[in-house]
């Protein structure tokens, strides 16, 4: 047992946590060099010059999709950001199109469920 942050913790919970194993980070493309500082102030800009009115998510709503086709046929709603603001719009899928989603997500069976093979 360790003690840290006025808490006995087991050894096991001092461990770090290793998302792959070294052949598998090795087989990732490395890195590619970004300039931050330009990134963050166009990304700023963006934000800061973007009035919400005038982009597509409100004249294109968020909907469905099922096998390529949109599932556009319910009623438009307003979605809102985390302050209760309107920030776009969404559309709800109509009855017979969540039916369509419904069976469609009951009986989807993907070609493949093991994947171990192609990943290594």
């Not at 973007?50 to 556009?72: A, Q």
């Not at 950001?81 to 199109?97: P, T, V, W």
Request: hydrophobic share 40%.
């Amino acid at each position: 047992m360790l003690k840290g942050r006025g808490h006995t913790l087991p050894r096991l919970a001092t461990r770090a946590f290793h998302f792959a194993s070294p052949s598998y980070h090795a087989s990732l493309l490395p890195a590619v060099a970004a300039n931050r500082a330009a990134l963050r102030d166009a990304a700023i800009f963006a934000l800061d010059n973007t009035n919400p009115t005038l982009t597509t998510w409100h004249w294109e709503p968020v909907c469905s999709m099922l096998n390529g086709k949109l599932l556009d046929g319910g009623a438009k709603t307003d979605t809102r950001d985390a302050f209760g603001a309107a920030n776009g719009a969404q559309l709800l899928a109509s009855k017979s199109e969540l039916a369509l989603l419904t069976e469609h997500v009951t009986t989807f069976a993907p070609p493949r469920q093991d994947l171990r093979e192609p990943v290594r």
